[in-house]
Structures are given as structure tokens and as C-alpha cells.
């Protein structure tokens, strides 16, 4: 009788026993966090290269202003890929850098020089330097000359996200007077 209980505390005794048990929680656990450090490094990348994207269409708006606009935008996209480490993967948008007509209201617009479509302007009130012939102006104040410079970066994230495009394009606009 000794010997039988001897041996059915011998089977228990791995039943009591807790070690082990992290080993066997974190490997449960594991899969998990990696994938949410996975996803917020996805995310910082991602956030990262959009903060780049909006540095260097900020450089080509300072370009212009600084250089005055280009038509051909070779000057302002050398400024925008060469403010960033991402270099080449920046591109202007299509149709961009342009050269836009603010005219200084409480519910400002900006007009497309040679078009007539209007779109929502960033600025409330601006300062009125200078008039342009091409420019229209509803107050007293004339309008002012501006150039516009939209950059954008395709960003792929690490992982597949249900409900999320395997490609993002990040954009970002960039606002300044020209005149």
C-alpha cells in the first residue's frame, strides 16, 4: 500500500508543480505581441515617410518662392526629392507645382491661373502685397500670387491588413507666395 501511494503522489507531483508554466504563457502569449510590434513598426514607417513627404513639398513651395515659379517644375522637383532620404520615391502629383491666385477674403479661394474651377484655400486672411492683372479680388484688397506644390510617396505596408490596400499614397500640399 506504501509503495501504490508512493507512486500516485509521484504522478501528481508534476500536476502541482508551476514550472514551466511562464514558459507555456509566453508561448501563447508571443505570437501576439510580435504582431502587434509588427503593426506599430508598420505604422511608424508609414507615419515617417509621410512626415517626409510633407518636409520635402514644403522645400519645393520654398523653392518657388525663393526662385520663383517654373513651369516645367524641374528646379521644384530637384528641391523636393533632394529635402528628403527618400530621395527619388517622391514624386509630384500630376498637373503640379502650379501657380494659384488667393484672393484675401473671410472665406478665401484659390483660383487656378488660366482655369476656372476654384477649390478650398488653406489660409484664412493673407497679406496683401501685390496685385496681379490675372487676379480677381472681391474687396479692396488685392490678391495674391501663390504656387502650389503636391508630393506624394506610395507606401507599402510590412504586413497585409484586412480591409487596407497593399499600397497607400501618401500626399501632402504645400502652400507659398510667390508674389
Given amino acids: 500500500m506504501q509503495h501504490v501511494c508512493r507512486t500516485i503522489a509521484t504522478l501528481r507531483a508534476p500536476l502541482r508543480s508551476q514550472r514551466g508554466t511562464a514558459l507555456v504563457?509566453?508561448?501563447?502569449?508571443a505570437p501576439f505581441l510580435i504582431l502587434l510590434m509588427v503593426g506599430l513598426i508598420d505604422?511608424?514607417?508609414?507615419?515617417?515617410?509621410?512626415l517626409q513627404v510633407r518636409g520635402a513639398a514644403a522645400a519645393g513651395?520654398?523653392?518657388?518662392?525663393?526662385?520663383?515659379?517654373d513651369p516645367a517644375g524641374t528646379g521644384i522637383t530637384s528641391a523636393v526629392q533632394h529635402a528628403s532620404p527618400l530621395g527619388s520615391y517622391i514624386k509630384l502629383s500630376s498637373g503640379y507645382p502650379q501657380e494659384v491666385c488667393a484672393c484675401p477674403t473671410t472665406s478665401p479661394s484659390l483660383?487656378?491661373?488660366g482655369q476656372t474651377t476654384t477649390q478650398s484655400c488653406p489660409v484664412a486672411t493673407y497679406n496683401c502685397l501685390a496685385y496681379e492683372s490675372?487676379?480677381?479680388?472681391?474687396?479692396?484688397?488685392?490678391?495674391?500670387?501663390?504656387?502650389?506644390?503636391?508630393?506624394?510617396?506610395?507606401?507599402s505596408p510590412l504586413l497585409h491588413y484586412s480591409g487596407l490596400?497593399?499600397?497607400?499614397?501618401?500626399?501632402?500640399?504645400?502652400?507659398?507666395?510667390?508674389?
Fill in 25 to 29: 504563457e509566453f508561448g501563447l502569449a
Fill in 43 to 50: 505604422f511608424g514607417l508609414g507615419f515617417y515617410q509621410y
Fill in 61 to 69: 513651395a520654398q523653392y518657388a518662392s525663393q526662385h520663383g515659379y
Fill in 111 to 113: 483660383v487656378v491661373l
Fill in 134 to 155: 490675372s487676379c480677381t479680388s472681391a474687396t479692396n484688397c488685392p490678391a495674391g500670387l501663390y504656387v502650389v506644390v503636391s508630393a506624394y510617396v506610395t507606401y
Fill in 165 to 179: 490596400a497593399s499600397s497607400l499614397a501618401l500626399t501632402s500640399l504645400a502652400y507659398r507666395r510667390v508674389q
